[in-house]
C-alpha cells in the first residue's frame, strides 16, 4: 500500500477507519481487500474517509479518478464499484 505516512502509520489509520463498522461488516471489507490485493498486486491502494463514505480504490496511478475498481462503504452497507460507476 503506498501511503503520505509511513507504512505503519497508514495499516493504523485504516485499521482505526475499519472499526468504525458492525463486526460483519468489518470482515466483509477485509475479505474483499485482500482479494483485490492478490487481484492486482502491484495497484496503489488509495484510501479515503469523508462523511459519507469510506473508499478504498486501486489505481495504476496515485488519482482516485484512475482507479479501476473501488470498495465502498457506508453505515448502511458496502459496494464494489467498477471504474466506470458499474456497481458488481
Given at each position: 500500500m503506498?501511503a503520505s505516512?509511513s507504512?505503519?502509520d497508514?495499516?493504523?489509520q485504516?485499521a482505526?477507519?475499519?472499526?468504525k463498522?458492525?463486526?460483519?461488516d468489518?470482515r466483509?471489507?477485509?475479505t474483499?481487500?485482500n482479494?483485490?490485493?492478490?487481484?492486482?498486486p502491484?495497484?496503489?491502494?488509495l484510501?479515503?474517509?469523508?462523511?459519507?463514505?469510506?473508499?478504498?480504490?486501486?489505481?495504476p496511478?496515485e488519482?482516485p479518478?484512475?482507479?479501476i475498481?473501488?470498495?465502498?462503504?457506508?453505515?448502511?452497507?458496502?459496494?464494489?464499484?467498477?471504474?466506470?460507476g458499474?456497481?458488481?
Amino acid at each position: 500500500m503506498k501511503a503520505s505516512t509511513s507504512g505503519g502509520d497508514a495499516d493504523r489509520q485504516l485499521a482505526a477507519f475499519i472499526r468504525k463498522f458492525s463486526p460483519i461488516d468489518q470482515r466483509l471489507i477485509r475479505t474483499v481487500r485482500n482479494a483485490l490485493r492478490k487481484r492486482f498486486p502491484t495497484a496503489n491502494e488509495l484510501v479515503y474517509d469523508n462523511y459519507n463514505f469510506f473508499v478504498i480504490g486501486y489505481s495504476p496511478t496515485e488519482r482516485p479518478s484512475d482507479a479501476i475498481v473501488s470498495i465502498i462503504v457506508r453505515v448502511a452497507g458496502g459496494r464494489l464499484r467498477h471504474a466506470y460507476g458499474v456497481p458488481v
